[in-house]
């Protein structure tokens, strides 16, 4: 009886507070990341506290396992405007995954040569805002091949 009440516990703590914060493990992964590795991120709701960024990398993929499989959500956000910041790099490809309501851009890129977001979903959840500027419906990049 002891451990269900725990077990209970915890499942409350779960759903009251939300996914897991991913931020810290993908902002290892994007910074030790070498030429020609695959970033994959698992099926599941994942919220992120703050941008995610990664400077000056060539040829990296970051793939989720599908749309509406991967969800990254950044709802809440309490640090940085971006979503995922992609600066000074080449040919990085973002895939199979939703991006939904950072506080600005949910995927900003800066000074990138061959940027390919392929099956993605980017969107804010809630209803239209003025806030939101030109962002006010979702945006599918199903089989786009570059953007940018």
Known sequence: MKYLGLLLMFSFHIL???????????????????????????AGTFRSSGSISMDEKRDIVIRGAGIDQTILSFKGQTEGAEGI???NSQNIILKDMTLQDAKGDLVKVMN???????????????KP???NGAYTRPLWLRGVDQVG
Request: charged fraction near 30%; aromatic fraction near 6%.
């Open 112 to 126: 990138t040569k061959g940027i390919k977001l392929i099956n993605a979903k980017v969107e804010w959840t809630g």
């Open 85 to 87: 910041r992609i600066d």
């Open 129 to 131: 805002n003025k806030k």
């Open 16 to 42: 009251a507070f939300g996914q897991k914060d991913i931020r810290k493990q993908l902002q290892t992964q994007f910074i030790m990341a070498e030429a020609g590795d695959t970033i994959e991120v698992p």
